[in-house]
């Protein structure tokens, strides 16, 4: 049988202080085939061929392990794979234990990799593994959902849940190369792939902080206006709608690595967190597991906008513009199990992690020009029960 032409991947690189420091993102349909090349130019520069520790989990395994395994092997890379349980539940030190258990027993060193091939759960976990095993050894992100190839995998956080505190347990560890390949999202879950969109737009809705410039964007050109443009087309340019993603995140990650920017910074890390007050809030109300995470920062985006709308920080054909931009790739109405009541939705806000001050509120808020943002700190909450109860009152 003829080979088939290697796809064409469109590279971003991640660029941060220090050395070695630098890392590329390869993103394109069909790269899981060219796994083993990248990893031999990029981990193992072209010098002997270590030890590879696969991670990942049932469902991804069951779809893919055996491409990859076949690929490795025929590459004369040494391979031990593990495999976890699928979802959130997997991201616990026991799992950390298997990995570590795993590493052990297959002789690892330093130089050899861990290889993160999954969401963002399995990039979360091998990473931490990878950033202390031996106290940091090679590591490899092939993320396979839309969150974890837009987000997860890039940027370096790394963590396992503890007792019921989310990432309570983790650290910064950059990969030493991200495969991102665009097909895997073909097999993933309408779901999953509508809650990756959400977080996708959000780059679109913060890019003039993430680039960090003062010049408004051109309106013509900007990340909105394509998404916009595609509207309920927007798998039809995956690469492309990640790999802006990607250079978005990486942009900031340059900026503030560790999320050490002042906290009034609104074009460091804290402007990932565009709608998260109100999604996380939503996210502990239902319950966990009851949203996906996407879902719910679709529904804090919408309010956010109608929040900075109240506040005069954005016109109200703006608010409107993303409104129909959501409702296009069905992001919006948000279909809720149950509507929380406002006064427990409000008083989660107060817990949130990102607040400075205690019983206070905290917001990171659109304002003009569209994709510049306000970190708030004095909203008043009458404001934020008016969109609260609007959000509700359109479901
Ligand atoms: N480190 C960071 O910067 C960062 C950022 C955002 C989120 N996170 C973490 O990421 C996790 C969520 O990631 P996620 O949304 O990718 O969830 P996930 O890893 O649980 O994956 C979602 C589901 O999709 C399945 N799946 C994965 N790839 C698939 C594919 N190609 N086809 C079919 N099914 C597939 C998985 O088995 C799982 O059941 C959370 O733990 C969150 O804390 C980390």
Known sequence: MPTPPKATPTVVSVSLAGYPRNYPIFIGAGLLAQLPDLLKTHVFNNTAVGKLVLVTDETVAGLYLSTIETALKSAEIKVETLIV????????????????????????????????????????????????????????????????????????????????????????????????????????????????????IKYALIEQAAVGSTAPLNPETSFLAFYEQLGANWMTQLPTLIARCCQLKAAVVARDEQESAPANDSTGRVCLNLGHTFAHAYESALGYGVLLHGEAVAIGMMQAFWLSERLGLVEKSTSARIQRLLEAVSLFPMALPSIPNAMELVALMR?????????????????????????????????????????????
């Open 85 to 200: 349980p699928a979802g959130e539940m997997a991201k616990t030190a026991d799992q950390l234990t298997r990995i570590y258990e795993t590493c052990h027993a297959f002789g690892m060193t330093r130089r050899d990799a861990i290889v993160a091939l999954g969401g963002g759960v399995v990039g979360d976990l091998a990473g931490y593994a990878a950033a202390t095993y031996y106290r940091g050894c090679q590591f490899v992100q092939v993320p396979t959902t839309l969150l974890s190839q837009v987000d997860s995998s890039v940027g370096g956080k790394v963590a396992i849940n503890f007792k019921d505190v989310k990432n309570a347990i983790g650290t910064f560890y950059q990969p030493q190369l991200v495969v991102a390949d665009t097909a895997c999202i073909e097999t993933l879950p309408e779901r999953e792939r509508l809650a990756g969109l959400a977080e996708m």
């Open 351 to 395: 817990k949130d992690k990102k607040v400075l001050k205690a019983d206070s509120l905290r917001f990171i808020l659109p304002q003009a020009p569209i994709g510049s943002l306000l970190v708030h700190d004095t909203v008043p909450v009458a404001d934020v029960l008016a969109v609260l109860d609007q959000y509700h009152q359109a479901i």
